[in-house]
């Protein structure tokens, strides 16, 4: 497997193409949407990249395969915790432990900086409940209807890992 790596302002367009085919394949798993976020261009996802910690993992030609984000916010009140964003692995390298890489790295970072992480995943979505819950990851709250696609809602559960 490839290893995971920070990415930088340099990466900023493989980010946006994978950010977007993400929000395209999976729209439910995400509170963004693709066609608000396809309006960004490269500056706006490498200030993206600036203001959080952006993980990623290659394909041996350099292609990323998988992304997640790691934000801690600067207000005093809530420094103390960090917040898991945006994973995402392409169909084609799911199942090969990509998620569980990104989310162990992101989790490295966080410790010593913050005291507890939080996350939302969709109800649905058994296969990344599992992946938090292996990494100890706990769940800490339901949203009914946290998301509206059309005529459909997606419940949400956050999870929360103490970290301190």
Request: aromatic share 8%; charged share 25%.
């Amino acid at each position: 497997m490839a290893s995971v790596r920070k990415l930088t302002v340099a990466d900023a367009a493989a980010f946006r193409d994978l950010r977007l085919a993400g929000l395209v394949d999976e729209p439910r798993a995400f509170s963004a949407d693709w066609s608000e976020e396809v309006q960004h261009d490269r500056d706006w996802f490498a200030a993206r990249i600036a203001s959080s910690a952006i993980f990623a993992i290659a394909d041996d030609v350099g292609s990323l395969l998988a992304i997640t984000g790691l934000s801690i916010p600067t207000n005093p009140k809530q420094r103390h915790r960090g917040h898991i964003w945006g994973v995402y692995v392409r169909p084609e390298a799911r199942s090969r432990g990509l998620a569980t890489a990104l989310l162990a790295a992101a989790i490295a970072a966080a410790r010593g900086r913050v005291e507890v992480l939080h996350l939302g995943v969709g109800t649905y979505n058994d296969a990344a409940r599992r992946c938090y819950r292996a990494a100890g990851f706990i769940e800490t709250g339901f949203e009914p209807r946290a998301l509206r696609i059309g005529d459909d809602y997606f419940d949400e559960v956050t999870m929360t890992l103490r970290l301190a």
